[in-house]
């Protein structure tokens, strides 16, 4: 007679399978998954300069005043990239006011 608990070889291959499954979802979490993680920061970006372009003077102000915390230009300088050259970079939205209206400003 044996003693112990004995676990089928179903139950060792699923819990092998759960193991692999939750290991590649925490590298995924850690490094990040490229077009997800493009895509929300640059959601992040627009949606914090269309704030202040909104609460600037309620959009009463060229959107080219409105600075972006991101290297637009890809010139090595934040600091130089404003809210016109993104909507035109990465939204497609050449014109101020296709920018306004891509923040939802009143009138737009």
Same mark, same amino acid.
């Given at each position: ?13 699923? !819990? +092998?399978?759960?193991? @692999?499954?939750?290991?590649?979802? /925490? ?6 998954? *490229?077009? &997800? ?23 009463? !102000? +060229?959107?080219?005043? @409105?600075?972006?915390?991101?290297? /637009? ?6 600091? *130089?990239? &404003? ?26």
């Amino acid at each position: 007679m044996k003693k112990g608990v004995e676990l089928p070889i179903n139950i060792l291959v699923i !819990v +092998a399978i759960a193991v @692999i499954v939750l290991l590649g979802l /925490v590298a995924l979490y850690f490094v990040g998954f *490229n077009p &997800f993680s493009t895509t929300a920061g640059l959601e992040g970006i627009k949606n914090k300069a269309c704030q202040q372009l909104v609460q600037a003077s309620n959009c009463n !102000v +060229a959107t080219s005043t @409105i600075p972006v915390s991101y290297d /637009v230009l890809a010139d090595g300088l934040a600091t *130089n990239d &404003f809210l016109d050259a993104f909507c035109a970079e990465y939204y497609g939205r050449p014109t101020e006011a296709a920018c306004k209206a891509l923040c939802s400003c009143p009138g737009y």
